[in-house]
C-alpha cells in the first residue's frame, strides 16, 4: 500500500520562498505522473503541477496558470519523491496542499483530482500580505 508524506509547509509572508516535499512509501511509483493540488478554505482542490513518470526523458512537467513561472515542480526517482519550490508567494496561494499519484501508469497531463487515485494527508502553506 502506497503511502504519501508531504512537508515543508508554514507561515510566510508575501514574496517569500517555500520548498514542499512528498515522499513516498510502500512501493516504487516511477511508472506514475504524480502532481499537487491545493485546496483553500471553501473551494475545490484544485490542480497546481505535475511532473511525468520515467518513462518520459527529460521529465515533463505542467503547470497551472496561477502559478506558472513562480512554482518548480521537481522529482528524485531514486528518492521515490517529489519536491514544489514556491517562489514568490502570495496571499491567495495559501491553501492545504496535497501530492497525489496519477490512478494509471505511463500517462501524463490530466490536472483533474478524480485522475488521482493516492493521496498525501496535505499540508498548510499560509502566506500574509
Known amino acids: 500500500q502506497v503511502q504519501l508524506v508531504e512537508s515543508g509547509g508554514g507561515s510566510v509572508q508575501a514574496g517569500d520562498s517555500l520548498r514542499l516535499s512528498c515522499v513516498a512509501s510502500g512501493r516504487t511509483l516511477s511508472s506514475y505522473s504524480m502532481g499537487w493540488f491545493r485546496q483553500a478554505p471553501g473551494k475545490e482542490r484544485e490542480f497546481v503541477a505535475g511532473?511525468?513518470?520515467?518513462?518520459?526523458?527529460?521529465?515533463?512537467?505542467r503547470y497551472a496558470d496561477t502559478v506558472k513561472g513562480r512554482f518548480i515542480i521537481s522529482r528524485d526517482f531514486t528518492k521515490n519523491t517529489i519536491n514544489l519550490l514556491m517562489n514568490s508567494l502570495k496571499p491567495e496561494d495559501t491553501a492545504v496542499y496535497y501530492c497525489?499519484?496519477?490512478?494509471?501508469?505511463?500517462?501524463?497531463?490530466?490536472?483533474?483530482?478524480?485522475?488521482?487515485?493516492?493521496w498525501g494527508q496535505g499540508t498548510q502553506v499560509s502566506v500574509s500580505s
Open positions: 511532473i511525468s513518470s520515467i518513462d518520459w526523458t527529460p521529465a515533463s512537467t
Open positions: 497525489a499519484v496519477d490512478s494509471r501508469t505511463r500517462r501524463f497531463g490530466y490536472t483533474l483530482a478524480r485522475d488521482f487515485s493516492v
